[in-house]
């Protein structure tokens, strides 16, 4: 065989194998979007049902998110090191990197959001839980809305995640101020209400956690940085 074919022949090998690292990371970020997802609606189930049971099992899968964190950076930097990728596959690991450290907090509030609900389960209960989880359901909406944007490269749906954190901030304060309410009138229950603020609270990052997410794949997709813009609607290159 010539120089020249094997050189061909070498071309395509290493470019069957780079395809495959790009499609191995993709596989990876839906498998711990797919965990983290789970993890959010367990550990707010765990609350409302005062589930110990689950509380607990949702603070143990916190590890093997732990696992998926370091093993993808592992192999996004080993593809950096390797493949010298450009342009857009480039902004993808780099992307990719980033969503996992996000995902990652995320998970550890959802064990943060678990371990009151443990506390919270041997104390009656202050109030119905209403707006926590909507927040919730926003915040795992939000998710999944936001990893599909950075597999389609739609920065548009990036930015509508974006613009739902605003209600899971409308439904933050208003159950603060509910709770500041309870407290003001009935010192016996500070207890309870200051570890339902925190789950709010909790719940209130995962959104801001996913904002971050989305925040990057709209950099990903435009090359525009929409990190600390306030109070101004979002104006998309084209």
Do not use: W
Request: net charge negative.
């Amino acid at each position: 065989m010539s120089n020249s074919g094997e050189m061909a022949k070498d071309l395509k090998h290493t470019h069957s194998e780079y395809e495959s690292e790009i499609k191995y990371l993709t596989e990876r970020l839906l498998l711990m979007t797919g965990r983290v997802e789970q993890m959010i609606a367990d550990s707010i189930k765990s609350l409302l049902d005062r589930d110990k049971n689950l509380a607990k099992k949702v603070i143990d899968a916190d590890r093997k998110v732990d696992v998926d964190e370091i093993e993808i950076d592992e192999h996004c930097i080993i593809m950096l090191a390797k493949r010298q990728p450009m342009a857009s596959d480039l902004r993808y690991i780099c992307l990719a990197m980033k969503v996992v450290t996000s995902l990652e907090r995320v998970a550890d509030l959802a064990t943060n959001i678990c371990e009151r609900s443990l506390e919270l389960s041997d104390l009656p209960q202050l109030k119905p839980y209403d707006d926590i989880p909507r927040m919730g359901r926003l915040v795992e909406e939000m998710l999944g809305e936001v990893i599909s944007a950075m597999m389609e490269r739609d920065a548009e749906k990036a930015v509508k995640v974006i613009e739902v954190d605003d209600q899971i901030d409308e439904l933050y304060h208003q159950t603060m101020r509910e709770l500041f309410a309870l407290m003001r009138n009935d010192e016996n229950v500070i207890d309870q209400g200051i570890r339902i603020q925190n789950v709010a609270k909790y719940v209130e990052r995962m959104g801001d956690n996913v904002t971050n997410i989305a925040e990057h794949v709209v950099y990903m997709v435009k090359g525009k940085d929409i990190r600390h813009q306030v109070d101004e609607e979002i104006k998309l290159p084209d």
